[in-house]
C-alpha cells in the first residue's frame, strides 16, 4: 500500500508508545513501516524535493499534531513518549484520531490559531473536509512546486520550439557546460553551427589537453525519435572514433532508441523534452529565481545544555 497520509498514522504512532517508553522517532517508523506492511520502496521512498523520506515526514507531523495536544511529549533529542493525557485516549478506544478528534484539545486549538486563522469550512463545522485533509504542509508545497514546475516545463519547451536551431544549439552546450562538463577550461564548448560535421552538431572539450570530447546532436523533432536517428548518430562518433555522445531532443524517445544505445561500446546518453527543461530549471539555463522560501527548524544541538 502507499504510504499513509499523517492523520491516518496517528492512532497508531499513539499506540505504538502504549507502553509508556521512551521511543526514538526512527524506532515508531519502523513499526509504523510493520503495521501498514509497507515496502522496502515505500519506507524508501522520498518527497520529491529528494530531501526527506515521506514515511519521514508524515510520522513527524503526525507527532506534531498529538504533542501539540499534549498526548504525547519529547523527553530528550529525538526521543519522545507517551503523556497520561494520551493513555486515556487509549484506555477510551477511538476508532481513529485525527484534526476533529483532537479539537478538544485547547492545546491543539492553540496550535491551530498558531498556525493560520480559521478558514470558513473550519468555522462552518465542515467535519467531512478537515477530516480528509492528507496532505502535510510538505505535501502541500510539493504539490504546488510540481505544478509551478511543470507549467514552467511547458513554457521553457514552447520557447526552444519557437527559436532558431542554432540559438537551441548554443543552449545545449551552455547546458552541459553548467552542468560540470568541460567547467575547468575558459571555452570549453563549441557550436559547429551550419557546418554541422557529419551530422554532429556541437562539442564539448572536457579536458585541458583535449584527450576526451563529447559529441552532441541537438535537434527540435517533434514527433518520437526513433532507433534510426540514434543509430545515425552513432555512425556520426564512429567518423570521430568518439566514445562520449548526448543526443537531444524537444520530444521524446521510443523503447526501441534506448534499446539502441545499450548495445554499443560508446556511451550515449538520451535527454528528451522533459528532461531537457528540467535539466534547464535545476541548473539555471533560460530561467531566473522568481521566489525564494527558506524553511527552517529547531536547532537541537543549540539547546542540548538546557
Not at 529525538?78 to 486515556?88: A, P, S, V, Y
Not at 478506544?93 to 478528534?101: A, G, L, Q, T, V
Request: hydrophobic content about 35%; aromatic content about 8%.
Amino acid at each position: 500500500m502507499p504510504v499513509p497520509d499523517f492523520q491516518t498514522i496517528m492512532l497508531p504512532l499513539l499506540e505504538c508508545l502504549s507502553d509508556n517508553n521512551e521511543h526514538s522517532i526512527h524506532d515508531i517508523i519502523i513499526q509504523i513501516g510493520k503495521i501498514f506492511k509497507l515496502t522496502d520502496d515505500e519506507m524508501n521512498e522520498y518527497l520529491d524535493s529528494g530531501k526527506q523520506k515521506k514515511i519521514y515526514s508524515r510520522t513527524n507531523w503526525a507527532k506534531t499534531y498529538l504533542k501539540s495536544a499534549r498526548l504525547v511529549e519529547d523527553t530528550r533529542r529525538g526521543h519522545f513518549k507517551i503523556t497520561n493525557e494520551g493513555l486515556t485516549v487509549l484506555k477510551n478506544k477511538p476508532e481513529k484520531i485525527n484534526i476533529r478528534y483532537l479539537e478538544q484539545y485547547q492545546g491543539y486549538i492553540d496550535f491551530k490559531n498558531r498556525r493560520s486563522k480559521k478558514s470558513d469550512s473550519e468555522s462552518n463545522g465542515d467535519n467531512e473536509l478537515i477530516e480528509n485533509i492528507k496532505q502535510t504542509p510538505e505535501d502541500l508545497m510539493e504539490t504546488g512546486y510540481n505544478e509551478i514546475k511543470n507549467n514552467l516545463i511547458t513554457e521553457i519547451l514552447t520557447k526552444i520550439k519557437n527559436c532558431s536551431p542554432s540559438f537551441f544549439e548554443k543552449l545545449v552546450i551552455d547546458l552541459l557546460v553548467k552542468m560540470g562538463y568541460g567547467g575547468s577550461i575558459e571555452n570549453p564548448g563549441k557550436v559547429l553551427g551550419k557546418s554541422h560535421d557529419g551530422g554532429i552538431d556541437g562539442v564539448i572539450q572536457e579536458d585541458q589537453l583535449g584527450l576526451d570530447f563529447i559529441y552532441i546532436q541537438a535537434k527540435r523533432w517533434e514527433s518520437t525519435v526513433g532507433s534510426k536517428i540514434v543509430r545515425e548518430f552513432i555512425g556520426a562518433l564512429a567518423t570521430k572514433r568518439a566514445k562520449k555522445g548526448v543526443l537531444i531532443t524537444t520530444s521524446e524517445y521510443s523503447n526501441d532508441a534506448y534499446e539502441t544505445t545499450k548495445n554499443i561500446d560508446s556511451k550515449i546518453v538520451l535527454i528528451d523534452g522533459v528532461r531537457l527543461a528540467e535539466y534547464m530549471i535545476k541548473f539555471n539555463v533560460g530561467v531566473s529565481i522568481e521566489y525564494e522560501y527558506i524553511i527552517k527548524k529547531i536547532d537541537n544541538d543549540y539547546f542540548e545544555d538546557e
